[in-house]
């Protein structure tokens, strides 16, 4: 097969381009979105060149490739909100007031020093068990914001009790021994 014979059949799908956005505007939920399937559709035709035809089915043959794009698309999307639903799970598990007893004692210590948006999320949400969505709604931010937050300040607790109480915070500081809990 020759390039000319080969640059007929992708010329013919460019040249619909247009008609092919209008399918995926309708089909997501922005044009950017519908923007970026188009172009990654291009790509896949090309790398599969070989199966198109010089005739009227390589038009119908792109638009097989799109709908597969867009369904290919909501399921990648579909991931995204089942991975976000079981961060949000394992965010608003319950407080359990047994555990303060035996917590290390540095990690007030730890939380008053931390900047102020990581100590008032963990202060709200984990020492004083309100839900991340009323953090959220209080700090005037979304709730994913809220998440990240929360996940940032914690991060921030755990590596301070490990530079301040060693190894007893890498045993999460339960049964504290540090030379702080004994003060």
Same mark, same amino acid.
């Given at each position: 097969?020759?390039?000319?014979?080969?640059? @007929?059949?992708? #010329?013919?799908?460019?040249?619909?381009?247009?008609?092919?956005?209008?399918?995926?505007?309708?089909?997501?939920?922005?044009? &950017?979105?519908?923007?970026?399937?188009?172009?990654?559709?291009?790509?896949?035709?090309?790398?599969? #060149?070989?199966?198109?035809? #010089?005739?009227?089915?390589?038009?119908?043959?792109?638009?097989?490739?799109?709908?597969?794009?867009?369904?290919?698309?909501?399921?990648?999307?579909?991931?995204?909100?089942?991975?976000?639903?079981?961060?949000?799970?394992?965010?608003?598990?319950?407080?359990?007031?047994?555990?303060?007893?035996?917590?290390?004692?540095?990690?007030?210590?730890?939380?008053?020093?931390?900047?102020?948006?990581? @100590?008032?999320?963990?202060?709200?949400?984990?020492?004083?068990?309100?839900?991340?969505?009323?953090?959220?709604?209080?700090?005037?931010?979304?709730?994913?914001?809220?998440?990240?937050?929360?996940? @940032?300040?914690?991060?921030?607790?755990?590596?301070?009790?490990? &530079?301040?109480?060693?190894?007893?915070?890498?045993?999460?500081?339960? #049964?504290?021994?540090?030379?702080?809990?004994?003060?």
């Amino acid at each position: 097969m020759t390039t000319e014979s080969r640059e @007929r059949p992708l #010329d013919r799908i460019l040249a619909h381009r247009s008609r092919f956005l209008r399918f995926l505007q309708g089909r997501v939920e922005d044009p &950017a979105t519908a923007e970026d399937i188009l172009q990654s559709a291009y790509v896949r035709a090309l790398e599969h #060149d070989e199966e198109i035809r #010089d005739d009227e089915s390589v038009v119908a043959w792109f638009y097989r490739i799109l709908r597969n794009a867009v369904i290919d698309h909501y399921r990648r999307n579909a991931a995204r909100s089942r991975a976000h639903e079981g961060f949000v799970a394992e965010a608003t598990t319950t407080y359990e007031p047994q555990l303060e007893a035996t917590a290390c004692a540095c990690i007030g210590d730890v939380v008053r020093d931390l900047k102020d948006e990581y @100590r008032s999320a963990i202060e709200r949400v984990d020492l004083g068990a309100a839900s991340i969505d009323d953090f959220a709604r209080s700090e005037q931010i979304s709730p994913n914001n809220a998440y990240v937050r929360l996940h @940032r300040a914690r991060k921030a607790v755990a590596r301070q009790l490990t &530079a301040v109480c060693g190894a007893c915070a890498e045993h999460k500081c339960l #049964d504290c021994t540090c030379h702080r809990s004994q003060v």
